[in-house]
Nanobody, 127 residues
Framework: QVQLVESGGGLVQAGGSLRLSCAAS????????MGWFRQAPGKEREFVAA????????VYADSVKGRFTIFRDNAKNTVYLQMNSLKPEDTAVYYC????????????????????WGQGTQVTVSS
């Protein structure tokens, strides 16, 4: 059974940091683009960041560029999202996802392009 399991969410004050992890099992994701999305209450799921299979290339939403860093460890089948300088508007459920076809620049910002999803982890940033 293919699973993506996120962890690392929680409550943090504005300006603080969190590191999210996404552990994959059931298949190897080392050839896939991995992405992070988030969804706040009453809002659509939005793209946050994505990383190529090798980890050498990344893409970020403008709203998180310079504050968030996505990286991966293929030996551990795990992708991470380091979040610094958090803002209250970063509050959301964060999901990791795997895109098994197309490269990093092929529909990467569209959640419909992803084939596997985790269950999500809540991130709450207080002001």
């Amino acid at each position: 059974q293919v699973q993506l399991v996120e962890s690392g969410g929680g409550l943090v004050q504005a300006g603080g940091s969190l590191r999210l992890s996404c552990a994959a099992s059931g298949r190897t994701f080392s050839s896939d683009v991995m992405g992070w999305f988030r969804q706040a209450p009453g809002k659509e799921r939005e793209f946050v960041a994505a990383i190529s299979w090798s980890g050498s290339s990344t893409v970020y939403a403008d709203s998180v560029k310079g504050r968030f860093t996505i990286f991966r460890d293929n030996a551990k089948n795990t992708v991470y999202l380091q979040m610094n300088s958090l803002k209250p508007e970063d509050t959301a459920v964060y999901y990791c996802a795997a895109k098994t076809s197309g490269g990093l620049y092929s529909r990467t910002r569209y959640y419909t392009a992803y084939d596997y999803w985790g269950q999500g982890t809540q991130v709450t940033v207080s002001s």
